[in-house]
């Protein structure tokens, strides 16, 4: 569940705001975007995908919010930690962080024959 907006790193992009599919950011005119409506948020961690201020945070608890202490998490370094090991950050230039998206090419040949199959049942 999202927990924490830091203002600090917020570059105000607003990007956020436009990929949750919950709805969950409300933006603010001349400041960091708000989390208005944290009870929506699915846990889907776009918002930190599309972050590269890293300046949010998501607990991977979907059901209820997680105590955060914002210094801690900053030193961490969990922050962006999400975006990067994806591969999102792929182009930043950095080789610690490559594209790692070939490893799903056996589960979308598994998806593209099940809806090979599927469409062959439903086509008359």
């Not at 607003?14 to 699915?42: E, H, M, W, Y």
């Amino acid at each position: 569940m999202i927990e924490l907006v830091i203002a600090e790193r917020c570059v105000e992009c607003n990007l956020c705001v436009k990929v949750c599919p919950t709805d969950v950011f409300d933006s603010v005119p001349g400041g960091p975007p708000v989390i208005a409506r944290q009870q929506d948020c699915q846990t889907c961690f776009m918002c930190e995908l599309y972050c590269d201020a890293d300046a949010l945070y998501v607990a991977p608890d979907c059901n209820r919010p997680t105590p955060v202490d914002e210094k801690a998490l900053l030193a961490s370094g969990l922050l962006g930690r999400y975006r990067r090991d994806s591969g999102w950050a792929e182009w930043s230039g950095d080789p610690r962080y490559t594209n790692e998206h070939w490893r799903m090419e056996h589960v979308f040949a598994v998806a593209r024959a099940v809806g090979e199959t599927t469409s062959k049942e439903t086509v008359p």
